[in-house]
């Protein structure tokens, strides 16, 4: 959601400026020459390289087509494009964008990760616990969000872990698995995430735990200094 989301230039609470102030009702939109895909039990009812991705302030990117992409399906015109028209996400049973089946909205071609590996020191603490403590990281800079160091399992007290029902799907990193803190019998729910099974780009971090700082003490060496969460 980068252009309209987070601190993207879009968003609530952009990183940068413009030299003048963009009207808030503006919106973006780009051809996609991307091949996309709908399908409704198994049967292909949209399957077009002329899509035209929309970019809204406070929305995810979204997609429209022409009349005849959209047929008999369900759909809105869109303000923004004359002669294009929304489909609902949720009005067809699967959304593929290049072979990549899709979840809750289409990938920003905006959106970049670089997953780097470095010597940026990170602790974490849970109620006199020390659960990492090592400056073998990986820091993640994701567009428009802050920053985020990964560790390896084996920096980390995985005996004290174990897997939560939760989870979270990221266009850009996959599937998250979330794991609880047990320490003397208390536990604490969700304080870590991973991608186990990571999307390509992300590949560095398969595996890789980062840390609620909501739920932890956290003591992280950060691009505009030490973070410290207690």
């Known amino acids: 959601m980068t252009l309209t989301s987070a601190r993207g230039p879009l968003g609530p ?27 409704v039990k198994g049967r292909t009812v949209i399957d077009t390289e002329c899509a035209l991705l929309v970019h809204r302030s406070g929305h ?29 996400w949720d009005a067809v049973d699967e959304w593929i964008e290049e072979g990549r089946k899709l979840v809750h909205y289409p990938p920003n071609p905006y959106h970049r990760i670089d997953c780097r590996p470095t010597r940026r020191r990170l602790r974490v603490d849970l109620n006199g616990t020390t659960l990492v403590d090592t400056d073998d990281t990986i820091i993640v ?38 794991w609880a803190v047990e320490i003397d019998g208390a536990v604490t729910s969700d304080v870590a995430w991973s991608y186990e099974d990571t ?24 691009p505009q200094g030490t973070f410290v969460q207690d």
């Open 13 to 39: 609470n952009p990183a940068g400026r413009f030299s003048k102030p963009l009207p808030d009702s503006v919106v973006y939109v780009e051809p996609h020459p991307r091949r996309v895909q709908a399908m």
């Open 141 to 178: 800079f994701e567009t428009a969000l802050a920053p985020v160091l990964y560790v390896s399992p084996a920096h980390v007290r995985t005996d004290l872990l174990h897997r939560t029902d939760s989870s979270s799907y990221c266009n850009y990193k996959g599937m998250a698995t979330y």
């Open 60 to 88: 995810p990117p979204a997609y429209a087509f022409t009349a005849d992409d959209v047929a008999a399906l369900p759909s809105t015109p869109e303000p923004a494009a004359a002669g294009y028209f929304s489909v609902p």
């Open 199 to 222: 999307l390509a780009e992300s590949a560095a971090i398969s595996t890789y735990l980062s840390f609620d700082p909501q739920r932890v003490s956290i003591v992280a060496e950060l």
